[in-house]
């Protein structure tokens, strides 16, 4: 499982988004969000940078953890 730190996140809204980018990149992904805590943890057959970018892509900063 790969993670980053993500900073921005306020809500659910912020979740579902940065949950949708990668999601559409591999439908099968398990993300999880940990709002709190400003880490965004990925199980997918996609690289780090595919996901950062994806996460970027939505307004956020992104970082590996």
């Known amino acids: 499982m790969q ?5 921005g ?3 659910g809204h912020c979740e579902r988004a ?3 980018a990668i999601q559409a990149l591999e439908q099968t992904a398990r993300v999880e969000v940990d709002l709190a ?3 965004v943890r990925v199980e997918a057959g ?3 940078a595919q ?3 994806a996460i970027r892509d939505e307004g956020y900063e992104v970082a590996p953890a």
């Open 3 to 7: 993670q980053f730190k993500v900073s």
């Open 9 to 11: 996140m306020s809500c």
């Open 18 to 20: 940065v949950t949708q």
């Open 37 to 39: 805590a400003g880490l």
């Open 46 to 48: 996609l690289d780090a």
């Open 51 to 53: 996901i950062q970018t």
